[in-house]
């Protein structure tokens, strides 16, 4: 079993670094560190994230980090991180989508 970071993933992990750069750039290190952490739990337990609440699908959980949900979805033998988001942040369901008919 392998993860597998989608582009967007990349892109919004990226994206929330920059941000928390600019008041604490070695927490934005470390919070990065801490992310890449929690996915790498996934390898021994995919199933450890709850199923997202605004998709109902078994297949699409996500892992909480803080104030952060890690979207990913499970297939036989990858893990594909979606996308990170804040959890205050409205999901936006057709990206999760998109992303899963890829």
Not at 4 to 22: K, T
Request: proline content about 5%; hydrophobic content about 40%; glycine content about 2%.
């Amino acid at each position: 079993m392998k993860i597998q970071w989608s582009p967007l993933a990349i892109d919004r992990v990226s994206e929330i670094a920059e941000y928390i750069a600019l008041d604490n750039p070695s927490a934005a290190s470390k919070w990065i560190d801490e992310i890449f952490d929690s996915t790498e739990k996934l390898l021994d337990f995919p199933s450890i994230g709850r199923v997202v609440p605004e998709l109902q699908d078994k297949e699409i959980r996500e892992v909480l980090k803080g104030n952060y949900r890690i979207i990913y979805r499970t297939d036989i033998n990858i893990i594909s991180i979606l996308t990170v988001r804040h959890g205050r942040q409205i999901l936006p369901i057709e990206e999760v989508k998109d992303e899963k008919s890829s």
